[in-house]
């Protein structure tokens, strides 16, 4: 069994380099992400709480569409910077 350490180093990594399956892999099945607000917003689709695996890759799947919207959109922003 990992450590908690050893479990955010490897969610971490695996954030950085965008390996999204990893990423959920790492999730427990009851976790909850608080992102910026426990409510949702209308205004700020960012706003949130998102459970477990299924969660976390609505959350991420829609940061990633972002983020490819805004680099087609502003001709090519860093991914790395944007999240």
Same mark, same amino acid.
């Not at 976790?31 to 960012?46: C, D, Q, R, T, V």
């Given at each position: 069994?990992?450590?908690?350490?050893?479990? $955010?180093?490897? /969610?971490?990594?695996? $954030? %950085?380099?965008?390996? +999204?399956? &990893?990423? +959920?892999?790492?999730? #427990?099945?009851?976790? &909850?992400? +608080?992102?910026?607000?426990?409510?949702s917003s209308n205004k700020i689709p960012l706003y949130g709480t998102? #459970? %477990?695996?299924?969660?976390?890759?609505? /959350? $991420?799947?829609?940061?990633?569409?972002?983020?490819?919207? &805004?680099?087609?959109? #502003? %001709? %090519?922003?860093?991914?790395?910077?944007?999240?």
């Amino acid at each position: 069994m990992q450590s908690a350490q050893q479990v $955010l180093t490897s /969610y971490f990594q695996a $954030l %950085g380099s965008k390996q +999204i399956d &990893k990423v +959920i892999e790492l999730v #427990h099945d009851e976790a &909850k992400f +608080i992102i910026l607000k426990k409510e949702s917003s209308n205004k700020i689709p960012l706003y949130g709480t998102f #459970h %477990g695996k299924e969660g976390v890759r609505n /959350y $991420l799947t829609f940061t990633n569409s972002s983020v490819i919207r &805004k680099q087609r959109v #502003h %001709g %090519g922003i860093s991914a790395s910077r944007s999240m």
